[in-house]
């Protein structure tokens, strides 16, 4: 003990579990003199969201500030340790000596680089500090291609982060596949196939013999088998090695392939010295996620303030999105536990895979695998790790639930339930916070921290918040998202009367965080629909969907489709031509679809701004194909062709679509004009349709095509033109202001109290009042259209947005198509292994 009769805690390493032990000492350090050595040039931040640091706005992603360590009574000293002396006890760095009676070492590990001649060259790189982002983002403006070396978790979050940068990337595996740690064989393929969808190309069962210079930098790789791929850049995500040099120079007690001994308490051989996070190695095993440092922190805070916590192992799930795809993982995920049994499911339309690791008596599940949706993991997560029995059959958590509702499994979970794998957090205890008036998600992660880890449970977090309101007897939430307390009907209103016009004011005013990507395309579309603006003027482009950020659908193979309006179906020969000129011009492939539009798939990134000036010259415009907004109108031929019209369906159809085009929306919206109650525009299956009868026109709304095919229901029959846009206009306003985010016009209709009556009240009755502002709101829409492919071809600066490789007009040469029925389509893996010459080694 020091002469002051106070301990002096000395802890080295100041990453997230660093940062963790600390937080957990909080008001609990009276007596104690705690001294944090950071090394880097910052506090604790977000490492595993790291990659998020290329987006933006550029999030914030500090853990702790200089004035939280002050108020919690830390020291904070920026240098790094250079050596222990055991003896003395005393931590050196460069310019001090530190006594400690109690040393914690946080020290994490750092990235694996393979052996391979060249792996020092310029242009690699590791993926682990900001300082790493930084040196990857200057160096990636003057490449065009780059690998990653590694196709685990964060090696796939490198690749996302190059492929982002515009340049054209690899993905390097030694394993057969992608993940190998947790994801099985199917699961794998499933996972390489939606990656190299996005046009990442994925090389497994490949070792990297050297890296290849050119006067020192790199210019490709060469692989064993003698194949080799051009690139500027090398990022190595091949794994990590705990920093242990500290504790192996001062004698502590090391594994034999790394990492400092521990026992269950986290203390090292000297028990005086204790080790946390990626750098301590329990049972022979080092933990690389950031959960298990995260409950050695605890226990070793819980150890040092009285306590007897102990460490005993952690569970080494995972979930998480990968460049879009949602992977997961648990338990005994390879179904190593004698007499286990395995159940798959795979939909190969919806591109899923999900599989269960079942008990023998098939009544517990022991782990899983999820590909492509992970809808269900919290729940197949609780059953797991609470060891519960399995609801029913075990069959329908794999299988969608039939009508009328499925499995029930989280109303079933017992309050000692671990929610929060990451910061250990019980139900009871989410329960006990709501009970203690923490009753929203971010009130709830304060006060219990369940859900600040990797964010995987806030789902059920949610559902536990509501069922504990509801048995309270309180109203429950239905708030948009965590950064705001608002359903979207509530923010649409504070939006307009408030006239915000940014996703920044609506958030700072009204919000809390930074947003995410519930709210952020949100917001978008509620400032859209308001005022109508460029959706990628500088303020609103970072909020946009993948298609909205480039005004096209990107379809699997990475490239886009292009759909130029063609109101009500009407199209003059010339402009037929034109189309089939420009299709021939740049390859593309040509489809006529259900709304009366030609596709034309194949377009790379860098051709959208070429194709779009053809088309515009020609006299079309955007059809929006990419957005939550007005489709198409269908029409029929009506009274001008058709030997049974009563009506011109065809006018009518065209003159709906120029007026609602553009028109953003909670939904994508379709509608509908037939001649006569024939229905060739099938037009009751649309948001809305109109059916012509000899009195003039029906009104049909709140109709579907899609998964749930819904038909419209009747809200005015036998109008004149004038009032059936009168009752369209409100209909389409009042729907919009007031149905929540992604909700169809069927099911909005069926949630909207009253039904039908009620909304027939408000559009024809105008019970509420509102129908000359829900109009005028129509008319400003209408005034303020613009093409938004126009706009973007008028501005510079956007148009760089869409070269394919940031310091030259190149473009991805990745994309491989074949030709079947006199047209292109994308070439499927077995076809690009013959066809890609970087992998044939032509």
């Not at 390493?13 to 007596?31: D, I």
């Not at 499925?406 to 019980?426: D, F, I, R, Y």
């Amino acid at each position: 003990m020091s002469t002051q009769n106070t301990h002096r805690l000395l802890v080295i390493g100041n990453g997230m579990v660093g940062h963790k032990f600390l937080e957990s000492l909080q008001n609990k350090t009276h007596n104690m003199e705690v001294t944090v050595l950071c090394e880097e040039p910052r506090l604790a931040y977000d490492r595993v969201h790291l990659t998020s640091y290329f987006d933006q706005p550029k999030p914030d992603l500090a853990m702790g500030r200089i004035e939280d360590y002050q108020a919690w009574g830390i020291r904070v000293v920026m240098e790094k340790a250079t050596h222990i002396d055991r003896e003395q006890k005393t931590v050196h760095t460069s310019t001090r000596a530190l006594k400690y009676d109690t040393l914690v070492l946080a020290t994490g590990s750092y990235p694996f680089v393979p052996p391979i001649q060249g792996k020092d060259a310029e242009g690699c790189f590791v993926y682990r500090t900001i300082e790493d982002m930084d040196a990857i983002y200057a160096y990636a403006q003057s490449s065009k291609e780059g690998v990653v070396i590694g196709g685990g978790l964060l090696g796939l979050e490198a690749a996302g982060a190059l492929k982002a940068l515009g340049i054209k990337t690899h993905v390097v595996e030694f394993a057969p596949r992608l993940m190998p740690v947790q994801v099985d064989e199917q699961g794998g393929k499933l996972l390489k196939k939606k990656i190299e969808n996005m046009g990442i190309t994925v090389h497994t069962s490949t070792a990297t013999q050297s890296i290849d210079l050119e006067n020192g930098k790199v210019k490709g790789l060469t692989f064993s088998d003698g194949k080799s791929i051009e690139a500027q850049m090398v990022i190595f995500s091949a794994g990590i090695r705990p920093r242990d040099e500290l504790a192996r120079a001062s004698g502590l007690e090391v594994g034999e392939r790394g990492g400092i001994t521990i026992n269950e308490a986290c203390q090292t051989s000297d028990p005086s010295i204790y080790a946390i996070g990626e750098c301590a190695l329990y049972k022979g095993r080092i933990y690389g996620l950031v959960a298990p440092g995260y409950t050695m922190a605890r226990v070793v805070a819980d150890q040092l303030t009285g306590g007897k916590s102990e460490f005993t192992g952690a569970d080494m799930s995972t979930k998480l999105k990968l460049l879009g795809v949602d992977v997961g993982s648990f338990g005994d995920a390879f179904a190593q536990t004698p007499g286990s049994e395995e159940m798959f499911f795979t939909d190969p339309l919806k591109g899923t895979y999900k599989k269960l690791v079942l008990s023998a008596d098939g009544k517990k599940v022991l782990g899983g695998v999820l590909v492509g949706d992970c809808s269900d993991y919290s729940n197949l997560h609780s059953l797991f790790s609470n060891a519960m029995d399995i609801p029913g059959g075990p069959e329908h958590l794999l299988v969608p639930a039939p009508a009328g509702g499925g499995t029930q499994v989280k109303a079933t979970l017992p309050m000692t339930a671990t929610v929060c794998s990451c910061e250990n957090v019980s139900k009871g205890s989410i329960c006990e916070a709501v009970m203690g008036g923490a009753q929203d998600i971010p009130s709830i992660k304060k006060c219990t921290k369940a859900g600040t880890g990797c964010g995987g449970c806030v789902p059920m977090v949610t559902d536990i918040l509501k069922e504990q309101l509801l048995l309270m007897g309180q109203e429950v939430s239905n708030s948009i998202c965590e950064h705001f307390d608002y359903s979207r009907q509530e923010l649409f209103d504070l939006i307009r009367i408030k006239e915000y016009r940014t996703f920044g004011e609506v958030l700072e005013n009204h919000g809390h965080g930074l947003g995410c990507e519930v709210c952020k395309p949100a917001v978008a579309s509620i400032l859209a629909s308001l005022y109508n603006e460029y959706i990628l003027k500088q303020e609103h482009a970072p909020l946009q969907d993948t298609n909205d950020r480039f005004l096209a659908n990107m379809q699997k193979d990475g490239t886009y489709s292009v759909v130029p309006r063609v109101a009500g179906g009407e199209i003059t020969p010339e402009k037929l031509i034109v189309l089939g000129e420009v299709a021939k011009k740049y390859n593309l492939y040509c489809k006529i679809t259900g709304g009366q539009r030609i596709d034309l798939f194949g377009a790379r990134q860098e051709e959208l701004p070429l194709i779009w000036a053809d088309l515009i010259a020609a006299g079309f415009e955007s059809g929006h194909a990419y957005g939550k907004s007005l489709r198409t109108v269908k029409t029929c031929v009506g009274e001008t062709w058709c030997r049974y019209g009563v009506q011109d369906s065809t006018t009518l159809g065209i003159k709906l679509e120029e007026r609602y085009k553009g028109l953003r929306s909670p939904h994508k919206l379709k509608g509908g004009v037939s001649g006569c109650t024939r229905e060739c525009a099938e037009a009751q299956g649309k948001d809305f349709g109109i059916i012509a009868t000899e009195k003039g026109w029906n009104l049909y709304v709140a109709g579907n095509g899609g998964m749930k095919p819904k038909h419209a229901q009747l809200l005015a029959a036998d109008l004149d033109e004038e009032t059936l846009v009168r009752y369209l206009d409100r209909f389409l306003m009042y729907y919009i202001r007031t149905a929540d985010r992604l909700q169809r016009t069927s099911v909005w209709l069926e949630k909207l109290e009253g039904g039908m009556d009620y909304l027939r009240k408000v559009i024809v009755e105008d019970s509420l009042g509102i129908g000359a502002e829900l109009e005028a709101a129509m008319v400003k829409h209408v005034g303020t259209y613009h093409c938004e492919w126009k706009e973007t071809l008028a501005n510079p600066e956007k148009m760089k947005h869409f070269r394919h490789f940031i310091n030259t007009d190149e473009g991805d040469d990745n994309v491989v198509m074949v030709e079947e029925r006199g047209q292109i389509r994308p070439a499927f893996d077995f076809e690009k292994a013959d066809l890609l010459p970087m992998i044939s080694g032509d």
